[in-house]
């Protein structure tokens, strides 16, 4: 059992940047994929982005491109994203997700975070 709690989401002016953070109770995160994924109210969970557990895939949301960057620390069990350049629709609740490979999929991912929301005001 993987436990995921993220930390770093708050309130920020559009154009601004955050950085989220997740840490993980599984001393073998570097074996497990690793992501974001995002759901905004009253929408469906959206896959935000996402890292092999190997780190030779890195995949993101074409409305995150560019602007946000996902990487991991396995000798610290620890996952970020770094949110630049941040929009109004990009408010949401964040949470980080484990599982045994990367998935753009919500179904696909077995472990979840409680979530951090990020709100960004225009």
């Known amino acids: 059992q993987v436990q995921l709690v993220e930390s770093g989401g708050g309130l920020v002016q559009a154009g601004g940047s955050l950085r989220l953070s997740c840490a993980a109770s599984?001393?073998?995160?570097?074996?497990?994929?690793v992501g974001w994924f995002r759901q905004a109210p009253g929408k469906e969970r959206m896959f935000v982005a996402g890292?092999?557990?190997?780190?030779?895939?890195?995949q993101y949301a074409d409305s995150v491109k560019g602007r946000f960057t996902i990487s991991r620390d396995n000798s610290k069990n620890m996952l970020h994203l770094q949110m630049n350049s941040l929009k109004p629709d990009d408010t949401a609740v964040y949470y980080c997700?484990?599982?045994?490979?990367?998935?753009?999929?919500?179904?696909?991912?077995?472990?979840w975070g409680q979530g951090t929301q990020v709100t960004v005001s225009s």
């Open positions: 890292i092999s557990w190997g780190e030779r895939i890195t």
């Open positions: 997700v484990a599982s045994s490979y990367l998935s753009i999929e919500s179904v696909q991912w077995h472990y």
């Open positions: 599984e001393r073998t995160l570097s074996s497990y994929a």
